[in-house]
Each structure stands twice: as C-alpha cells, then as structure tokens.
C-alpha cells in the first residue's frame, strides 16, 4: 500500500508544488491555514485538478498529466472526510450511510455491510434521524461511517476535528485514531495542529506556502525540524537569525549571546531556535545561562508565560514555566534562564529540496 | 346574485380549461428546460455567461409584446422558419394553443431559470464533493442532493412560473390570438368582455382567476414551508 504525490497547480497567491509519497499508516500534512492542504486532498480525491503532475495509489494510476489520465473521483476508491462532514442533510443517517454503498449494487451485501456498520460506530438508534438532530460527535461517526462504508483503498481526513469542541475532541480523537489503526490503506490527516499530528501520525509532511517538505518522523519534526518554517509550523516561538561560530557554538546576535548546541549534519544554518517550555529558570553559571529582564508576564491556563529580555540583546524570548516557579518573576525583575544544549535548534531557511 | 348564479349556470368555462393546461404545460418545459439552463449556465465563462443571462432574463424585463413579436416573426407563417414548419412538419404554432404554450413558456421562463441558478448557486459545493468521493452518479448527485439543497429556490421558482403562466397576457393574444375554445385563456377573455362593456362577467373570470393563482400559490408555500422546517427565520 503507498499513495505517491507529485501535483503542481497554480493558486490565488502562490502556487501548490507537493511531492511525497506514504505508506500505509497515517501521515499528516500539517500547514499554517492557507498552505493548501485541503487543496492536496482535493486534487487526491480528484474533485479538482492539478495543473500537472501524477497521482499514483498502489500502482494505479488516479492522475497523470502526461499520460492524459485523470480518474473521475467515483472511480479513485479514495475516502474523504470532510472539515464539516458534508453529511446531506436531507438524508437519514441510513441514506447517508447507504450514499457510501453507492457502488454495491447487490442489494443484500448491501444490507449486510450496512449493519455490520451501524453496529461498528455505533449508530443503532440513530439510523431515521437527519444529520441536523445528531451531535457534533455523531456526526463524525456518521461521516466516518459512509466514508468507509465504499471501502476506499486511501482515506482522506482534512482537519477532522476542528468543528469539535475540545471535551468531545479528546473523545473522537480516540475513537477516530482506532478506527484508522484498523484501516489497512494510506490515511493522510491534514492539521494545522501540532499536537493533533503528534499523537495521531508516524510520519508527517510539512505545506509551507503550497510546497512541501520532505517527508519527515513525526517525533523528529517535532524534536529536530530543520528549517526555520518547519520550527515556525511547530510551535517554536523563540526562532531568530543565528551563525555557527564553532563546531558546537552558536551566536546569535539578537539574544548578545554564544551558545553551546549539539550539531548537526549538513545544511547552513541560518536560524537558531529553542521551544518556550524548555526555558527555565537556574543558577548563575549554569551552561548556556542568559541573564534577562522578566518585561511581560501573564497567566496561561496551567503555565506562566513570560517575555523576556537578555542583557544586551534586542529581540525578546517567550518562556512558559509551571506556575509555582513563575510566581517569583514579577515584571522588571532579572534572573538567570537557561536554554539546554540539547534542545536548541539548528535551522535553515531554505528548503532542503 | 340571482343575476350571478344565472351567468355561471351558462358561462363558457373554455377558457378556463385552456388556461390551466397552458399553465401546467408550461411550467412543466420551463420546469426542466429551466434547471438545465441554469446548470449550463453556471458552468460557463464569465463574460458567456453575462451575455446568455442576459439573453434569457430578456422576457422578463421587457414588454411581451416585445416577445410576441419575436415570436411572430420566427413562426408566423409568412416567415421562413414559420412557413417551413407548416409545409414540411406540419407545425403550426400562430393561431393555436401551441401557441398559448409557446407564448407563456417564453414569458415565464426567466422566472424558473433565475431561480432555480440562484438556489444551485447557493448549495454547498462539499456535498457535491462527498457525493463523487462516495461514488455517486453525476445524476444520483443532482437529483438526490443537489435539488433537494435547492429545494426552496425551485420551488418558489416553480410557483411562480406557474402564476405567471396562467395570466400570461400580451404574448399570447399577439401569437395564439383569441380563438374561443381553443386558444383563449381567461386573460383574453377578461379583456374581450370589457370591450363589449360586459363587467359583471368580468368581474367572475377575474374573481375565478384570483382564486386560483392565490389558492395554488399559498398552498405551495405551505407544503414548501412544511419541508423545510428545519430552516431557521431570521
């Protein structure tokens, strides 16, 4: 099982150039809104078109603009889960459901897929009501459910939890994450959420402005991205210009310091970047020590965020430390703050393709 | 009321009869002919699509003489096409209740087209992308998802064009004429009586004709309203 992407399209501001290919497993394409994510699934799915390029599912051909060959989106066998489910609304959960089985045509194998699914996502009870009386939660599962009902050899999820709110998210996370361990094809999940890919995907793909990244680990984008637009993507609050000045030393000088780091193979650096939550408070002398002004401080919801600024440098930092140390660091106070070795990142700016 | 009782006992209801079919007939093309239109309309370009929009709101906005007009000079049969189709296919359409048809399919049309667009326009493109993701025919697509989400604009599209069709005037008098029997309609009719200073019974084919088109148009609000209850007021 593996999908093999390589499309090209031009689009209002910026032009979608994808390339990657996934096995089977989850692999998330994680994006700032806007990076044409959706628009990847899109032209997978084949309800629109690349402007060149091939669309390959386990040595089918879906798409080739060379070979002239573009599968209507009934014949692809891909599933797509849309942001909003798209359930019909004039339907019951039945027909939505039996919408799916469209291209069963035996009427019993029909029948028996049909149930067999019910019972799967557990719909009984819900099977005469129309999608407007069902929870944000069933909806999903109803979604979930027609879209697999047409057994897809790829499934498509775009950002599958973004009508959801947060207490139900938890919960469909998990039943939708056991629902794709049990999918035997290429699921690609499209999140603009970190932690949604962190935990729901292996491998991961980052869109930046329509083009996209090498394939990567999930845990190792998330730990060692690479450029500057992938720290960006990630989370990384604290990126600014940087230049290696020794094999494990590097300045940089917004911050006025020279900082010990772990190095790593290949690529100029360019940026230097280290996540807010691996900033904490130490003694003097401690390795890889700043000595800041605390400027700003406020109240997360489990954390102390806090702004801060080196001695001598003109760009600030962004720490979060647990509350009960974060009590002390008023704003205008100085402390020591260190960055750990291991957790400074090294950073290009340009692709590495 | 005697009087009245007397003149409904002898009434000639023809043009009542013609009204109606021509009525029925008409929103039954229009009904189609005018969701066709708007789906090729919609996907045409935009400057094609301007100038067929145009095109087909015409009727709509202009005098029907101005239609019957158009129309006696393609089918009148002094005229090739007219003449053509009397010789060869024995086609007639001035002076007959093809004619009728013609006339108040022409006039009303535009109501039909427009709306129906407008609802298509609005429906969620999603749903018609589920449906090709889910394997849905083009067809199964548009008639069990793209029409029922339509559903309010044709409908009222519907009503209307029927309304419009049953009165229709101007056209019709100048391409079907007033043939007692077999082309005048209840609005020719009208106006034939009130020449002859004869209001009383004008007054009872106006009162028929309100009935109707008020009867038909609030009963299909109410079965339109009774299916899309789930649709909130604002």
């Known amino acids: ?53 091939s669309i390959v599912l386990d040595g089918r051909v879906l798409y080739d603009s060379k070979a002239k060959i573009d599968l209507p989106p009934q014949a692809r066998k891909v ?50 009501r129309v999608p407007r009386e069902l929870s944000g939660g069933q909806m999903q599962r109803v979604a979930l459910c027609r879209m697999l009902a047409g057994e897809p050899e790829a499934i498509l999820l775009d950002e599958p939890f973004a009508a959801l709110d947060s207490h139900l998210r938890w919960q469909m996370e998990a039943e939708v994450k056991q629902t794709l361990a049990e999918f035997p094809g290429v699921a690609l999940l499209v999140s603009h959420d970190r932690g949604e890919v962190y935990r729901m995907s292996r491998r991961v793909c980052v869109l930046n402005m329509g083009a996209s990244e090498p394939l990567l680990d999930t ?3 998330l730990d060692r991205p690479r450029t500057l637009q992938t720290a960006l993507i990630t989370g990384c609050k604290n990126c600014v210009p940087a230049e290696m000045i020794a094999q494990s030393t590097v300045r940089i000088p917004d911050w006025n310091a020279a900082l010990g780091c772990v190095p790593t193979k290949g690529g100029s650096i360019t940026h230097a970047g280290i996540r807010a939550q691996y900033i904490s408070p130490c003694e003097p002398g401690t390795e890889n020590a700043l000595l800041c002004r605390v400027a700003d401080a406020e109240d997360d919801v489990f954390s102390r965020v806090l702004t801060l600024k080196p001695a001598g440098g003109t760009a600030t930092l962004r720490a979060e430390v647990g509350k009960a140390a974060g009590e002390a660091l008023c704003i205008g106070s100085e402390a020591w703050f260190c960055l750990p070795k291991e957790h400074i990142m090294l950073l290009s700016e340009t692709h590495e393709n | 009321m005697q009087e009245i ?11 009542l009869w013609i009204s109606l079919k021509t009525g029925l007939v008409a929103t039954v093309i229009c009904f189609f002919l005018g969701i066709w239109t708007a789906r090729s309309v919609m996907r045409m370009g935009k400057r094609a699509k301007a100038f067929v929009d145009g095109l087909l709101t015409l009727p709509m ?51 039909m087209y427009r709306n129906a667009r407008a609802a298509f326009e609005q429906v969620d493109i999603e749903l018609i992308y589920a449906g090709r993701t889910l394997g849905m025919s083009e067809s199964a697509i548009f008639w069990r998802v793209v029409l029922p989400s339509a559903g309010p604009g044709v409908v009222s599209g519907t009503i209307l064009t029927f309304a419009r069709a049953l009165g229709e005037y101007g056209a019709t008098s100048m391409l079907a004429g007033n043939i007692a029997g077999k082309t005048g309609t209840i609005s020719q009719r009208i106006a034939m009586v009130i020449q002859n200073g004869d209001y009383l019974t004008a007054g009872l084919w106006v009162a028929i004709i309100l009935l109707i088109s008020f009867g038909i148009v609030v009963v299909m609000n109410l079965f339109a309203d009774a299916k899309m209850k789930h649709i909130k007021k604002w």
Not at chain 2, 5 to 15: A, C, F, H
């Open chain 1, 79 to 128: 599933g797509y889960l849309f942001q909003r489910y798209a359930l019909f609304p004039n339907m019951t959960v039945l027909q939505n459901i039996d919408a799916g089985l469209s291209l069963e045509r035996d009427a019993h194998a029909r029948k028996t897929k049909r149930e067999s699914l019910i019972s799967r996502f557990h719909l009984e009870g819900l099977e005469e």
């Open chain 1, 219 to 221: 845990a190792e984008l």
């Open chain 2, 61 to 111: 906005v202009l005098p029907p003489t101005v239609a019957g007009f158009f129309l006696l000079l393609i089918f009148s049969l002094r005229r090739p096409i007219g003449s053509f189709l009397y010789e060869e296919l024995s086609i007639k359409v001035v002076q007959t209740w093809l004619g009728c048809i013609l006339a108040a399919g022409v006039i009303s049309f535009p109501l």
């Open chain 1, 1 to 53: 099982m593996s999908l093999s992407v390589q499309i090209a399209k031009r689009l209002q501001g910026f032009t979608l150039n994808i390339s990657f290919s996934a096995e089977a497993g989850v692999t998330a394409l994680l994006g700032a809104s806007g990076s044409g994510k959706s628009m990847t699934l899109r032209c997978i799915a084949g309800v629109e078109k690349p402007d060149e390029g």
């Open chain 2, 5 to 15: 009782w007397e003149i409904l006992k002898t009434l000639d209801y023809s043009p």
